[in-house]
Structures are given as C-alpha cells and as structure tokens.
C-alpha cells in the first residue's frame, strides 16, 4: 500500500531554515505528482508546494521565494527547503500524493518557528 513518511521537523528561531524529507513507498513514484501541505492549530490544511510528475511547481503564495520543494525520482524522495522562516510558518507538515483519486498523507512532521 502507499505509506508516506516524513521527517526533518523541529524547532527554528525566525529567519532559520528546515528541510523536510518525505520518503514514499507502494507507488511507482516518478508517475506521481507530489506535494506539501500544512495545518497550523485552529486553520484547514492548506497546500504549500506541490510537484508534478513533470517537474512543475507550483507554490502557495505566502511561501514563494521562501520554500522550494524538489524530488528525487531515484531515491523516491521529495523535499521542502524552508528559507527565512517566519512564525506564520509553524505548523504540522504533511506529505501527500494521490492515486486513483484517492488521498494519500503521511502522519506529519512538526515545523515551530519561535524564538
């Protein structure tokens, strides 16, 4: 079955950076777009970055020139580097894909920006 896990979450005063990693499994990955989302406490779960099969991006507007998502089609990986991260940006960080027209998510990685 797919399974989506993602680490590199953490603690970072503001300005710092974060790479989150999502490592997939039970697809054949390189036929899949790929995305980041996140869910700050209170608010929905919102899209911040996504790549297609293609290599288009396409990115949420409050994190354009900040974050950058990539993926390695040999190693079944897909990354969000976050730059100059801001407090708005803490949040619950979820990798997703969907197949078939069915949503796939791992079970989310911790971002807290704070000083």
């Known amino acids: 079955q797919v399974q989506l896990v993602e680490s590199g979450g953490g603690l970072v005063q503001p300005g710092g950076s974060l790479r989150l990693s999502c490592a997939a499994s039970?697809?054949?990955?390189?036929?899949?777009?790929m995305g980041w989302y996140r869910q700050a406490p209170g608010k929905q779960r919102e899209l911040v970055a996504i790549i297609t099969r293609g290599g288009t991006i396409s990115y949420a507007d409050s994190v354009k020139g900040r974050f950058a998502i990539s993926r390695d089609n040999s190693k079944n990986m897909v990354y969000l580097q976050m730059n100059v991260l801001k407090p708005e940006d803490t949040a619950v960080y979820y990798c997703n894909t969907k197949k078939m027209n069915v949503d796939y998510w791992g079970q989310g990685t911790q971002v807290t920006v704070s000083s």
């Open positions: 039970g697809i054949t990955f390189s036929f899949y777009a």
